[in-house]
């Protein structure tokens, strides 16, 4: 790959995700680095990121740890200010950088040393940072190599501008087409602030609470404070599972039921992280929503949906296996996907949500 050829693939990357990790192990070996990841934050905490084919698996469980968050490296980056790549020797002294949390709790452990980094701006208020990272015994970057990374900068820059906005779309696009359902949904990130707004959330102002700097809450206290735990999890763990929370407005009012479902998947770009789609649904007035709505809201599988749907009827493990044609091991596995993906622990109160919500299957 020469350096057009990397230059496209940058491109690509925005538009396909799965392109990040040769992007990355390409940009490291023109920087004579072991490896290079791309990590995009908001709010002070790391949402999203993609590596280099060579990078241990630990970076993982790094970035998502205490020590990530207490670590000044990129505090100190976006200080100095300068629109390149930045070398650690240029922001810390050598004592410094050696007891950051970055190297203390995980680089020095894997046996890196040297870093060079830049931070970009995206047009939805996260930002990115593209690192590169060298061994112990491997010299500190220079200005020649910095000024050679400075070459992709720019195409790193647009890219990720361009991966934003696309997702922004998109969102917009989920949000107006549960509305053609009559579905009220809101696109919240970890703040539980709304990102996309679909029309029909605007008329519950029975049930929703608009907050300062686009907050949202409910007006069910415990429902929100369980809402803002579930939206945090799925930022800071990476949760999967669908949850559905039911709320009440006060006396006289129609409660709703909250379902958050993580906007996570194999196939997600880099500003997915951390994002939920918040659906409410007035139990009274809940509209009348065929299968395929449903098994969307929870990442059901078509199976999944024709055992939740009978458990809901009250059917048993083994009227289901025999209904299906299947054993009871088959049907008992389904249930437990079934389980986790509602956040729920038990068929009855399965049955219960799922009988709550007056839904069709």
Request: charged content about 25%; overall charge positive; some cysteine.
């Amino acid at each position: 790959m020469d350096e057009n050829e990397l230059v496209d693939g940058i491109y690509d990357a925005a538009v396909t995700p799965d392109l990040w990790p040769t992007v990355l192990g390409r940009l490291a070996g023109e920087s004579d680095s072991q490896w290079a990841v791309l990590v995009t934050r908001r709010n002070d905490a790391w949402v999203d990121w993609r590596v280099s084919p060579n990078v241990p698996d630990s970076v993982h469980s790094y970035l998502r740890s205490d020590a990530a968050r207490r670590s000044e490296t990129t505090p100190r980056l976006l200080r100095f200010g300068r629109p390149g790549f930045v070398a650690e020797h240029e922001v810390f002294d050598d004592d410094e950088f050696l007891a950051d949390p970055y190297m203390a709790e995980w680089s020095a452990r894997e046996g890196f040393h040297h870093a060079a980094a830049t931070a970009i701006q995206a047009p939805n208020g996260d930002f990115a940072v593209v690192q590169v990272t060298r061994r112990f015994g491997e010299g500190k970057y220079s200005q020649t190599n910095l000024s050679g990374l400075d070459r992709f900068r720019p195409h790193l820059a647009r890219a990720a501008i361009l991966a934003a906005r696309w997702k922004m779309e998109r969102l917009r696009a989920a949000a107006e087409a549960l509305a053609l359902i009559g579905l009220p949904a809101a696109v919240v990130d970890a703040d539980c602030r709304v990102v996309i707004a679909n029309y029909l959330v605007e008329q519950l102002e029975a049930h929703v609470v608009w907050l300062p700097r686009n907050g949202l809450a409910l007006k069910d206290r415990p429902a929100t404070a369980a809402l803002r735990r579930a939206v945090a999890a799925i930022a800071r763990d990476g949760c999967k599972a669908a949850r559905s929370l039911p709320a009440r407005s006060g006396a006289g009012v129609e409660p709703v039921v909250a379902h958050v479902v993580p906007l996570r998947g194999h196939g997600r770009d880099l500003f997915d992280g951390g994002y939920a789609l918040l659906v409410l649904t007035v139990v009274k007035d809940a509209p009348k929503v065929d299968a395929a709505v449903i098994q969307g809201l929870f990442d059901l599988t078509a199976a999944e949906s024709q055992v939740a749907a009978r458990v809901a009827r009250g059917w048993t493990v083994d009227a289901i296996a025999r209904r299906h044609g299947v054993g009871r091991e088959t049907i008992r596995s389904q249930l437990r996907s079934v389980l986790s993906k509602t956040g729920t622990a038990r068929q009855a109160e399965l049955a219960a949500k799922l009988g709550a919500l007056r839904k069709t299957f």
